[in-house]
């Protein structure tokens, strides 16, 4: 099988600010796999990153953000890491991103290059910066 990411989102506004709730299963990731989340807002907020390795090779995941497909730090595309490496990554600081296109793309950065891995994802996204 080849990679792949399934991923679902629902939008409400909750005191005037809307949010995102992405919902991401990916399926035989490898260490450089990404997955572009589409109609994010221009400029906004990760305030909820929830992600489980829930099968594979690998023993952890070091979540990491950029502005275009196969960013890197050198291109300055890359947003920031959402976490520490960990097996299981929960919620923490707010993450600012800003997106000209309306996507940005995660990488999950599993710690084994075989692509065997599977991993469940919540991202809740609130739009601007407050």
């Known amino acids: 099988m080849a990679y792949a990411a399934a991923i679902t989102v629902v939008e409400k506004t909750i005191s005037s600010r809307r949010y995102k709730l992405f919902t991401v299963t990916e399926t035989e990731a490898a260490a450089t796999s990404e997955f572009e989340l589409t109609s994010v807002f221009p400029m906004g907020q990760i305030l909820v990153y929830r992600a489980t390795l829930t099968a594979g090779t690998g023993t952890t995941i070091n979540p990491i953000i950029g502005s275009a497909a196969a960013f890197t730090a ?57």
């Open 74 to 130: 050198a291109t300055q595309a890359e947003h920031g890491t959402l976490s520490t490496t960990a097996a299981h990554v929960n919620e923490q600081d707010p993450l600012i991103y800003s997106s000209t296109d309306g996507s940005i793309f995660i990488r999950s950065t599993v710690n084994d290059a075989t692509a065997d891995h599977s991993i469940s994802t919540l991202i809740l996204i609130g739009e601007g910066v407050q």
